[in-house]
């Protein structure tokens, strides 16, 4: 059995796997050989479109400013972009491939304008994945073993994977700077 890349009259490239299948006479010699050709074009070109597009995604999904998180139903966080990665104060996926449950201990959010910590049904992300569209929820995020403050704008809905899981699909973008320029302005 082989793959076999032909270019036909026509110019075009093709893809032929060839299969030979011996046939033996009774005493083990070699009698015939019957050949199957398939054409795999199609199947290969769909292969190859499929692995190019996905390359084209990454490229995208690694290289976008806002970040991006991606949590299963049952609360794991399957994926982070570099951006959710450096916003979080993350430098690898290692860190936070867990669940959402297990990061109560890590930040404290608040609402802007109250001093109180968010209830864990507040969080966005568990709000997503109840079922909640999230559009530019803002609120503070404090990491204490890091020592920082930021202010975070998060959105986020269910989606559809190809294969039909339900996952939730979270965008975060920091609008600390935004946020101190608008205060600066409303003082003055």
Known sequence: ENLNQLRVPDGRERYVRDVFVPEFADDGTVQSVMAISVDLTELIEAQQAKHKSEEQLAAVMKNLTEGII???????????????????????????????????????ARPLCEDRLLRYEEWPIIRVLSGEVVHDFQHRMRRPDQGWEKVASYSGSLIHSTDGEKLAFISVTDITERKSAEDALWES
């Open 70 to 108: 991606i949590v299963d139903r049952e609360g794991r966080f399957i994926y982070w972009n570099p951006a959710a990665l450096a916003f979080h104060g993350y430098t690898g996926m290692d860190e936070c491939l867990r669940k959402v449950t297990e990061f109560g201990d890590t930040f404290e």
